[in-house]
């Protein structure tokens, strides 16, 4: 297989695989949690700490990630204490993330509006030995939270009040929620970009949802998806010379869409189904016996 001859495709594919897994598991409480483009607003602020990075002489993912945690951190915080002008607060954080980022691209001997842009759409190419190192530790540490606390992690994004009266951390909980999305948007984006991230994040747990019937397979469904189409589509923009980040999201809507036609058909099977074993299995006798006389 050619494709695995070149050294950034074999870092570019292993980033997909990770990406794939990542972010729709952290998606997955995001989308439960109705906190969908949280995502997006999060990669807003990764972008300066790319600037800054570029800034710095310093590694982007690394310093995107520090940025990241916390302006996660920030946005919690509003959230949790709920803000009158809480809305204004996070508009302003994402918008001015961006406008940071490309000052300190622009104030920067390193940086430069391509670098800039691979960042912001993913760049398969990009993808060096240092950021797989950091990729690699990131993800090892998003996988934890989401595979080792799910159950945590699913009370509180389906009612906070009643996982703290069983005696869940809430607050911390909430955090680490944030940080684990704050972190997976740095591992994906050299390989979606950080303004096409919060799709992976959401598209696959949103088409995952269309057949599955439970939780658990809500979230493993939604990993399959995340790594069918992240390693797909970094195949496809090797083979087809165009950006990985799009066509991860493009093959991510094309599942949804195959899904939701199937969801239909799906649902009919199993209310036919339903509707046999529900079904009355009583023998009525077809004629009285004498011992069903009753006397006076």
Known sequence: MDILEPAFMQRALLAALLVGIT?????????????????????????????????????????????????????????????????????????????????????????????????????????????????????????????????????????????????????????????????TVTVAMRVVGLLLVSALMVIPVAASQQIARSFAMTFGLAMGIGVLVAVSGTATSYYVDVPSGATIVLLAIGVFVALTALAAPLARRRARRTEAAEGCTLRVPEARTATDDVRV
């Open 23 to 183: 972010a729709p598991a952290i998606g997955t409480f995001l989308v439960q949690r109705r906190q969908a483009l949280m995502g997006d607003g999060i990669g807003h602020v990764a972008l300066t700490g790319v600037g800054l990075g570029f800034l710095l002489n310093a590694s982007p993912v690394w310093i995107a990630t520090a940025v990241c945690v916390a302006g996660a951190v920030v946005m919690e915080l509003i959230r949790s204490y709920g803000k009158a002008r809480g809305d204004i607060a996070l508009a302003m954080l994402f918008y001015g993330g961006m406008a940071g980022g490309v000052m300190l691209t622009s104030l920067s001997d390193a940086g430069s509006n391509a670098n800039l842009v691979s960042y912001l759409f993913g760049s398969i190419t990009t993808v060096s030995e240092d950021d797989m190192v950091a990729i690699c530790v990131l993800a090892a540490f998003v996988i934890l939270v989401t595979i080792g606390l799910r159950r945590q992690l699913f009370a509180i994004c389906q009612d906070e009040e009643f996982a703290r009266v069983t005696g869940l951390p809430v607050r911390l909980l909430n955090l680490l929620v944030a940080i684990t999305a704050a972190v």
